[in-house]
Nanobody
């Protein structure tokens, strides 16, 4: 299985920014589309963003509302999530995930992803 490790979470003030990273141990990282999901207490896991193998295509969920950007560096086996203008509604555990295929420029479902990291906590103070 692909081993994924998220980092970059923490406590940030309202209006601040964070950059999450997801490092993959699998050397065939370039074969996998990658996604970011988040889950707040008492809520279902939400789709945040996804990026295809080459990085030429992306998809975004509704919650970010233009404030987040996904990117990847295949040479470093790493995918990133840049989060700006954070609010308390962004407080959640953020998960990195890998899929076996690209699902296009639409909202993705967590059930479509095969490999998951442990998650990193993002807390926005207000």
């Amino acid at each position: 299985q692909v081993h994924l490790v998220e980092s970059g979470g923490g406590l940030v003030q309202t209006g601040g920014s964070l950059r999450l990273s997801c490092a993959a141990s699998e050397r065939t990282f370039t074969l996998y589309p990658m996604g970011w999901f988040r889950q707040a207490p008492g809520k279902e896991r939400e789709f945040v963003a996804a990026i295809n193998r080459s990085g030429s295509s992306t998809a975004y969920g509704d919650p970010p509302k233009g404030r987040f950007t996904i990117s990847r560096d295949n040479a470093k086996n790493t995918v990133y999530l840049q989060m700006n203008s954070l609010t308390s509604e962004d407080t959640a555990v953020y998960y990195c995930a890998a899929a076996r295929q690209w699902f296009g420029n639409r909202q993705h479902d967590a059930r479509e992803y095969d490999y998951w990291g442990q998650g990193t906590q993002v807390t926005v103070s207000s």
